[in-house]
């Protein structure tokens, strides 16, 4: 009985220590990451439209991203939604109290060259009135018109100043665009110019998301456009499109304080591309976002009365540009120009 109840003993202790394990011993179960970073992609191309979405998970796979703090490259970056124009490699991470996520590497890629030219928007808010213009719009004309990609319309106010070229809608610009005098120069209706050309030609090197061509014809006092827009890139953001008249060449007395040696006023000084009307809003019309798609062509046909203007100066100059405030995104993408009569291709 004795040898028996020791079997049976030695049996269990046996079995316990089979069942146990040493403190040592590593744990064979994987535990779930507390806190996790999904991208919806780990590569994009930096062109400034392509995108990534960014969602936190906690372990249990809930979506925690509303309550987390999502990093890039150890910087709190306050958007679930990441666009670059720079390429390289970005480190982004999450916290959540006290849990940190594991780092995710997301890779921008170069888009390589563009099919179209990049050109720039430059809105002159001038007047005939005004003695200090000159020193701001003679050298800013004698560039541009060097600079075939540097397309510039001269804007004439206010209202109620005896310049003759007012533009009906030159309030409403003013303030937009936070112009509060005059000279003011507004690049891609993003930022007031400081006077360097070497900007201008900054602004004109960006890589082109888009293109636009012209297709005019005169009809008597009337001028027909088919403006195409063709996308070299793809995005859901709403964009709109201007398209304007100015008529270039208009020679009046413009007040002058002295400068350039030249004499107050200047006699038949030249304003060029003066802004005469628009066949859209002047803020832009929609494009219809289904349309912006990489290397899909978007068209529309537009006229303008020119009644009273001098057809041989007439000029038609349109732009895309984002919707208000569209991401933090602003300005214009791209712009064309095109005598009356004329066609202008994609370029």
């Known amino acids: ?60 796979n809930a979506d925690v991203t509303s309550s987390s703090t999502i990093y890039l490259n150890n910087t709190v970056y306050n ?22 996520s594991s780092t995710v590497t997301l890779t921008a890629n170069t888009p390589g060259p563009s099919a179209f030219t990049q ?46 070229f007012k533009y009906i809608y030159d309030s409403q610009l003013r303030t937009a665009l936070g112009v509060t005098g005059v000279p003011t120069v507004i690049l891609n209706r993003d930022t007031k110019w400081d006077n360097n050309t070497a900007t201008l030609d900054a602004l004109a090197q960006k890589r082109a998301v ?15 456009v088919k403006a195409r827009v063709k996308f070299d890139v793809t995005t859901s953001l709403p964009l ?6 100015a008529e270039d060449s208009l020679l009046y007395n413009q007040a002058n304080y002295g400068h350039f040696g030249l004499p ?11 802004l005469r009307t628009a066949a859209t809003d002047i803020f832009g019309d929609n494009i219809p976002v289904a349309s912006s798609t990489k290397a899909n062509t978007w068209e529309k046909d537009y006229s303008f009365n020119a009644t009273g203007y001098n057809m041989s100066n007439i000029k038609v100059i349109a732009f895309v540009l984002f919707d208000t405030n569209t991401q933090n995104r602003k300005g214009v993408l791209n712009v064309q120009v095109a005598k009356a009569g004329e066609n202008k291709n994609f370029d």
């Open 1 to 60: 009985m004795y040898h028996t109840n020791s079997f049976f003993a030695l049996v269990i202790i046996l079995v316990l220590a089979s069942c146990s394990k040493p403190g040592n011993e590593p744990d064979l179960v994987t535990q779930p990451q507390p806190l996790t970073v999904q991208l919806s992609r780990n590569e994009l191309a930096a062109d400034g439209f392509d995108e990534v979405s960014i969602t936190v998970k906690d372990q249990s």
């Open 264 to 274: 107050n006023p200047i006699p038949n000084f030249r304003q060029k591309n003066v």
């Open 240 to 245: 709109k499109i201007v398209v304007l008249l």
């Open 119 to 164: 050109k720039v928007l430059i809105e002159d808010f001038t007047g005939t009135w005004c003695g200090i213009c000159p020193g701001t719009v003679i050298p800013l004309d004698a560039y541009t018109d060097t600079k075939p990609n540097l397309i510039s319309v001269g804007v004439h106010g206010p209202a109620g100043s005896n310049d003759p």
């Open 79 to 100: 958007s679930t939604t990441f666009f670059t124009n720079t390429s390289g490699n970005y480190q982004i991470k999450a916290t959540r109290g006290s849990a940190t």
């Open 210 to 224: 888009l293109g636009l061509a012209l297709e005019t014809s005169v009809s008597g006092t009337m001028v027909n």
